[in-house]
T-cell receptor, first 114, second 113 residues
Framework: DTGVSQNPRHKITKRGQNVTFRCDPI?????LYWYRQTLGQGPEFLTY????????KSRLLSDRFSAERPKGSFSTLEIQRTEQGDSAMYLC????????????FGPGTRLTVT | QKEVEQNSGPLSVPEGAIASLNCTYS??????FFWYRQYSGKSPELIMS????GDKEDGRFTAQLNKASQYVSLLIRDSQPSDSATYLC?????????????FGKGTKLSVIP
């Protein structure tokens, strides 16, 4: 399977703990995106990388959130001092650098903060 | 504020009928438009992309774009129960050097056998 992969698929954590999610994009894709989706809403953009450079960040990305993409391969999204409002599905997508702008999503990581 | 609006539904159609899903967007600079299908508990799956005015057909799916009216639609012909899902409309303002997608809340489609 050469699609986008995400780990873990589910994470339950207590409020105040730190969590880290990993995303492995489609191998030839050099753009990688993070989105967050809550029940009944469409995905909301968080940040995106082109290769290892983080080029765009949403205002939704508070200072408790940090994302990295070392060496332009996989990416990690860390949430520090989690809050109950962080409970959501965290989605990673990847795309080629071409004119289609088509983004392909991974299965997501469902975070529950208790 | 860039917005994409969709009727949340549910939209119910009988099996074999045409399902028509609609979407409007507020940002006139939007250049690329996408339809994603999302089954309950799963992630979005890209089913159609459209970039220029007119129709684009792919199998049972037809996407329609009217930039003057800021309107995008998706037609699903010969609807099947397996088409029952939430359909997300998304736009991209790539001309501004931004590659983020702005999504609507989705329309829930139910195909009745």
């Amino acid at each position: 399977d050469t699609g986008v992969s995400q780990n873990p698929r589910h994470k339950i954590t207590k409020r105040g703990q730190n969590v880290t999610f990993r995303c492995d994009p489609i191998s030839e894709h050099n753009r990688l995106y993070w989105y967050r989706q809550t029940l009944g809403q469409g995905p909301e953009f968080l940040t995106y990388f082109q290769n290892e450079a983080q080029l765009e960040k949403s205002r939704l990305l508070s200072d408790r959130f940090s994302a990295e993409r070392p060496k332009g391969s996989f990416s990690t999204l860390e949430i520090q001092r989690t809050e109950q409002g962080d409970s959501a599905m965290y989605l990673c997508a990847s795309s080629l650098v071409d004119s289609s702008y088509e983004q392909y999503f991974g299965p997501g990581t469902r975070l529950t903060v208790t | 504020q860039k917005e994409v609006e969709q009727n949340s539904g549910p939209l119910s159609v009988p099996e074999g009928a045409i399902a028509s899903l609609n979407c409007t967007y507020s940002d006139r600079g939007s250049q690329s438009f996408f339809w994603y299908r999302q089954y309950s508990g799963k992630s979005p799956e890209l089913i159609m992309s459209i970039y220029s005015n007119g129709d684009k057909e792919d199998g049972r799916f037809t996407a329609q774009l009217n930039k003057a009216s800021q309107y995008v639609s998706l037609l699903i012909r010969d609807s099947q129960p397996s088409d029952s899902a939430t359909y997300l409309c998304a736009s991209n303002h790539s001309g501004a050097g931004s590659y983020q997608l702005t999504f609507g809340k989705g329309t829930k489609l139910s195909v009745i056998p």
